[in-house]
């Protein structure tokens, strides 16, 4: 052999470089897939568990728990949740009329369920106790281990007496307005027809309090805690959301009219998940990978499987060469 001239290669020799060197290429992918570069995505998965209440969401940053069945139980925050905040929405009164004399009607819509933005940062344990308020009955409540946040239900708010007026063109009408969320009705006092202002988180509005809406609410698109309306048939009103006081539909004509029931409270917890715990998975040469998912283990195997083949084929043509 001269000093210019190139060893022969066996077609094994070659081919055992050749997966070797895939093996190891597909080894290191492997690792950079199983480990996720920086960190994996956040998901629904990280929220946490199943549990037997409420119903659970993710809206890209932030999990999402809304309970609305008035049934007292609890609710366990995984471990790690941050920035934990709540929406608490007390039912709505019902509203009532009556007919003195067959000409006139007198009457009164419910009142909203208060609003409530609560921070849950500094909670004693993971255990929280929810009970939503039922229609014009209870508050709604949150209970850890040491305190409560409550939002009172719409009978537990006083009357807005001085609204007590004559809708402008029905003579033989008389009707107090419930408040809403924010307060007394708006528009024209005299047409005494308009409902109380509703609470609205997705439109930045604040609570009964004056408390600004917390970030991990913002996506709530609901109004609510609206004070009960006002509507004279053959007009209907359309369906509001949780703490909607009770309303009415007044036939003037006959001196009646129709009680709308109030809407329930509803509570909703957000908070800010950590990523899952990884499980370690080994690999054909007894190093761990941390898979996140079955499809980066199932890479790591098979790269630590490419490159034991190729280390298995490379002595083979170096025993092939002793021979030759």
Do not use: K
């Not at 960190?39 to 409420?54: E, T």
């Not at 004070?227 to 003037?252: H, K, M, N, S």
């Amino acid at each position: 052999m001269t000093a210019s001239a190139l060893p022969l290669v066996s077609n094994h020799a070659r081919t055992a470089r050749r997966v070797g060197a895939f093996g190891a290429m597909a080894l290191g992918a492997a690792g950079v897939v199983a480990s996720g570069g920086t960190a994996s995505a956040l998901g629904l998965a990280d929220c946490g568990p199943a549990q037997s209440i409420g119903t659970l969401s993710f809206d890209g940053t932030y999990c999402i728990a809304t309970f609305n069945n008035p049934s007292p139980a609890e609710f366990t925050l995984p471990a790690g949740a941050q920035s934990v905040t709540a929406l608490l929405v007390g039912a709505g009164q019902g509203s009532s009329w009556i007919n003195p004399s067959v000409t006139t009607v007198f009457g009164y819509t419910g009142q909203g369920g208060e609003v409530l933005y609560a921070d849950l940062s500094e909670v004693d344990g993971n255990t929280l106790t929810i009970d939503v308020s039922e229609e014009g009955i209870t508050d709604s409540t949150i209970s850890d281990a040491s305190q409560t946040w409550t939002a009172r239900g719409g009978n537990n708010t006083s009357l807005a007496t001085n609204l007590f007026c004559q809708p402008v063109g029905h003579d033989s009408v008389y009707l107090l307005l419930g408040w809403g969320s924010g307060g007394y009705p708006t528009g024209d006092n005299g047409n005494c027809v308009s409902n109380g202002p509703y609470v609205n988180p997705s439109a930045e509005d604040a609570d009964a309090y004056g408390n600004p809406v917390p970030d991990g609410l913002r996506s709530v698109d609901w109004n609510l805690g609206g004070g009960g309306r006002v509507a004279f048939a053959p007009e209907t009103l359309d369906e509001r959301d949780y703490g909607q006081g009770g309303e009415l539909i007044v036939d003037e004509e006959n001196a009646t009219a129709t009680a709308i029931d109030p809407q329930l409270g509803v509570i909703v917890l957000s908070w800010i998940p950590t990523a899952s715990t990884p499980t370690p998975s080994p690999t054909s040469s007894g190093a761990a990978t941390l898979a996140t998912t079955g499809a980066s283990t199932t890479v790591a195997w098979f790269a630590g499987a490419l490159s034991l083949a190729g280390a298995v084929l490379a002595l083979a043509g170096r025993a092939r060469r002793r021979a030759e």
